[in-house]
């Protein structure tokens, strides 16, 4: 099987090419890749983006990008919000609700309510995307990551061209999430179940590997 840059497409000869480190480099580029990746997708004999996708994941083409993604809604959601509104509603009305009762204000006890006042913000919008919240992925001119609540969340815009690996990585608290590895180190996805997250990274390398290797 001839390697092929996953950006020019340009074969890459074997003496660009090192198996114990998995790594191709393309000196048009100047850019290296995974080689297991490459031949992952290159066998691959199915087609994932006319494949239906798993249950909350979605694909959509436009004229300039494709957009894939995922909602991040689960069943952790029964647990989380019964838990916020006990905790935070327990600590925010036993701190200011008191004060706002009595109708006197303390400086001391409502700065000693201000880390439950920011659990509650962090609380809340992690129960939200429990419920509502979804990652998305536009691949084309115009590349970017979204993960958020509808339009409301962060965006960040990357170079599909110099990506050049695409994988499965560990955050900080040791949850699963998807990493694109280029001039920008993307991580994100963590709060995906399996089978979306699976599902996304699959497309993505669909998209990197045969999509500049149509040949294959």
Known sequence: MKIKCPICAKVIPSSQTNIATDLAFCEKCNESF???EFIEMASLDTDPLNEEPPKGAWLKRGMFNIVVGASTRSPIAFFLIPFMCVWSGGALMGIYGSQIKSGQFDLRVSLLGVPFLLGTIVLGAW???????KVE???????SVFVGIGSFGWTRRFDWQSVK?????????????????????????????????HY?????K???YKGANKSL
């Open 34 to 36: 995974s080689i297991s």
């Open 206 to 208: 669909y998209l990197k």
């Open 127 to 133: 129960s939200l995307m429990t419920i509502i919240g």
């Open 165 to 197: 690996s695409i994988k499965e990585g560990y955050s900080k608290n040791d949850t699963t999430e998807i990493v694109l590895d280029g001039k920008k180190h993307l991580k994100f996805g963590s709060g995906l179940n399996e089978d979306r997250k």
């Open 137 to 143: 992925v536009s691949v084309g001119n115009d590349s």
């Open 200 to 204: 996304l990274i699959k497309v993505l």
